[in-house]
């Protein structure tokens, strides 16, 4: 027995949106904030075209929350190098009678468990785009780093703090574009490897198992 039912939804063959938004007021770089580049959350801009076109967009990440603090921030930008989002990220663990409690409890829900074996884990995340008015887009540099040791990320966190504060990213992002030969036609993490290389940083590590 599978224990899944398929449901009658099929997919929409028209790939594109065609009616316009009725407001003539230029989208402002809120309206495209925490662009997803790898996965299918909307932008505020999408989601307007997503209604007019008569589809609506349903919550994803909506009820998520997370334990999050802004690490690098940028002014709006509409073109050049344009910061996505940068964070800093966190994930507790259980200790002293917050870990009985759950013990306890476990007996009755095993489901508990699954928190009572997190281990706290620390991550870093820089997302770094490029736009231009002859139509370029690509991701600059987007690196995330995860790990269990806190002394590890917080080293890294350092490391990267001075370099990256360093680096002049409309530049950056025209030197990558002139090397696009290299790495467009490269896989997701091909890429990302590439792009750690060309910068002298670690390669990307994220979406580590965080149980025990």
Same mark, same amino acid.
């Given at each position: 027995?599978?224990?899944?039912?398929?449901?009658?939804?099929?997919?929409?063959?028209?790939?594109?949106?065609?009616?316009?938004?009725?407001?003539?007021?230029?989208?402002?770089?809120?309206?495209?904030? %925490? =662009?997803?580049?790898? *996965? #299918?959350?909307?932008?505020? @801009?999408? &989601?307007?075209?997503?209604?007019?076109? !008569?589809?609506?967009?349903?919550?994803?990440?909506?009820?998520?929350?997370?334990?999050?603090?802004?690490?690098?921030?940028?002014?709006?930008?509409?073109?050049?190098?344009?910061?996505?989002?940068?964070? %800093? =990220?966190?994930?507790? *663990? #259980?200790?002293?009678?917050? @870990?009985? &409690?759950?013990?306890?409890?476990?007996? !009755?829900?095993?489901?508990?468990?699954?928190?009572?074996?997190?281990?706290?884990?620390?991550?870093?995340?820089?997302?770094?785009?490029?736009?231009?008015?002859?139509?370029?887009?690509?991701?600059?540099?987007?690196?995330?780093?995860? *790990?269990?040791?806190?002394?590890?990320?917080?080293?890294?966190?350092?490391?990267?703090?001075?370099?990256?504060?360093?680096?002049?990213?409309?530049?950056?992002?025209?030197?990558?574009?002139?090397?696009?030969?290299?790495?467009?036609?490269?896989?997701?993490?091909?890429?990302?490897?590439?792009?750690?290389?060309?910068?002298?940083?670690?390669?990307?590590?994220?979406?580590?198992?965080?149980?025990?």
């Amino acid at each position: 027995m599978s224990y899944v039912n398929l449901t009658h939804h099929q997919f929409n063959p028209n790939g594109f949106w065609e009616k316009p938004l009725e407001s003539l007021t230029i989208p402002t770089a809120q309206d495209l904030a %925490l =662009f997803d580049q790898n *996965g #299918y959350d909307l932008t505020d @801009l999408e &989601q307007r075209y997503a209604a007019i076109n !008569s589809m609506q967009a349903k919550p994803h990440r909506e009820p998520h929350r997370a334990l999050k603090m802004p690490w690098f921030t940028q002014s709006d930008r509409i073109e050049g190098a344009v910061l996505n989002h940068s964070l %800093l =990220f966190e994930r507790k *663990g #259980y200790a002293g009678e917050a @870990l009985l &409690q759950l013990q306890q409890w476990a007996r !009755s829900n095993p489901l508990i468990y699954k928190i009572i074996r997190i281990r706290p884990k620390w991550g870093l995340d820089f997302s770094m785009d490029y736009v231009d008015r002859s139509g370029n887009v690509f991701e600059v540099l987007h690196w995330e780093y995860d *790990g269990f040791v806190y002394d590890e990320i917080e080293s890294y966190k350092q490391l990267l703090e001075a370099k990256f504060a360093g680096i002049d990213w409309d530049d950056a992002a025209i030197q990558i574009l002139n090397l696009k030969n290299q790495w467009h036609h490269l896989d997701f993490f091909a890429q990302s490897d590439w792009k750690c290389n060309y910068f002298g940083i670690e390669k990307e590590r994220f979406k580590m198992v965080i149980w025990e």
